[in-house]
């Protein structure tokens, strides 16, 4: 069975979809993470301009097509997030990403469509996906909200999530429970000696002191607020003048790594420094070896690369959804056109929105 990509920049989402579907086209609207993805995915046509995207007559059949477009829109933790409960706009550049991954199910009418995103995007998005819904359900496509957590799809990470995923065949549901570490000690232990490892200098980003001073699982900004008292804040930035975000914390061995939101943040449990490049990846359900590409050179090219891991669907919960699609393409059950929620977050029946 064949997929094509939208918006997976580095090719972590591919990573676990081509275990069950073979994936020959990866459409985005900029370079960002195009080096990386053909470096870990050689076979793959990528296009970047998307007034050229691919045809159906072009590309083929499809049976798959799953994209991550970016999530700021709805992420609590960026500026970037708005509230569209009163309606949106289509023509809004901050969701043009998403619209443009759903846009592929009227060109290429594949039997599953799959979108990502943070949770946020099913309560503050949801007028737009209750018009996707009613727009796909009239191209005879039931709509699931496919709520997960990737701790239980095999990454070493609590990062919850879900999946907007539009289908023609019924899909066999099943819990993700996949055999993984689940937690930072079990993730890292055993990996191969990095002959030069490559790990974002703590003075770059906040200052050693802080490092050297915070508990296994602290938050950098508390150990800043014991050492040096409350901070000035700086209403036009939005942020506490001089003291660190609440992103940037010391790991717990013991516990699952928080979740990684496309920067350098995490310190090692341990020792006195960030987290590696590779110790990224491997919290992040990559294989220890996938090679990370960035643009620029020195900080730039190391705040890049570190930014390209997390900024995708880790590849275990990718492997996971692509599975329940592909059992459901094979097996070919008519489905009834509605609007449904799968919740392995909660365990609760949630209602669809909108």
């Known amino acids: 069975m ?10 972590g989402f591919t990573q676990g979809v081509k275990k069950h579907f073979d994936v020959d086209w990866h459409l985005e609207t ?7 993805s053909k470096a870990n995915h050689p076979r793959l046509a990528v296009c970047t301009d998307p007034a050229v995207w691919p045809t159906r007559d072009h590309v083929g059949p499809v049976d798959f ?11 609590r ?3 970037a997030g708005r509230d569209f409960t009163q309606g949106y706009d289509p023509r809004d550049s901050r969701i043009n990403c998403f619209l443009q991954v759903f846009s592929r199910l009227r060109a290429y009418r594949p039997r599953v469509l799959v979108i990502e995103s943070v949770c946020q995007a099913a309560t503050k998005g949801a007028p737009v996906i209750a018009q996707l819904a009613k727009e796909a ?7 699931t909200e496919a709520w997960h ?7 070493p990470q609590d990062r919850r999530r879900v999946f907007f995923v539009f289908h023609d065949v019924a899909l066999p549901w099943r819990k993700p429970e996949e055999p993984g570490p689940r937690t930072v000690r079990a993730a890292l232990t055993g990996l191969p000696t990095d ?3 490559e790990c974002m200098p703590p003075g770059k980003v906040k200052s050693l002191e802080l490092i050297q001073q915070t508990p296994e699982g602290g938050k950098l900004q508390d150990t800043h607020k014991a050492l040096y008292g409350e901070t000035t804040w700086d209403p036009v930035k939005r942020k506490h003048v001089g003291r660190p975000g609440f992103l940037y914390r010391r790991l717990y061995w013991d516990r699952p790594s928080p979740t990684h939101t496309g920067g350098c943040t995490f310190v090692h449990p341990e020792e006195h420094r960030y987290i590696t490049i ?3 990846l491997v919290l992040c359900g990559y294989p220890h070896d996938y090679a990370m590409v960035g643009k620029g050179t020195g900080f730039r090219n190391l705040a890049d690369r570190y930014a390209q891991v997390a900024q995708a669907v880790t590849p275990p919960a990718g492997a996971w959804i692509a599975s329940v699609a592909a059992a459901g393409i094979r097996e070919g059950k008519p489905v009834e056109v509605k609007k449904s929620v799968v919740d392995y977050i909660h365990g609760d029946k949630r209602q669809p929105r909108g």
């Open 30 to 36: 900029s370079d960002y993470g195009v080096e990386t």
């Open 137 to 143: 359900a009239e191209m005879g496509y039931a709509c």
């Open 195 to 197: 002959p030069s490892p």
């Open 149 to 155: 957590n990737a701790l239980d799809c095999g990454a």
């Open 278 to 280: 590779r110790e990224s």
């Open 65 to 75: 097509v799953y994209g991550n477009p970016p999530c700021a829109v709805w992420s």
């Open 77 to 79: 933790a960026g500026r």
């Open 2 to 11: 064949r997929a094509v990509g939208v918006h997976i920049f580095a090719g």
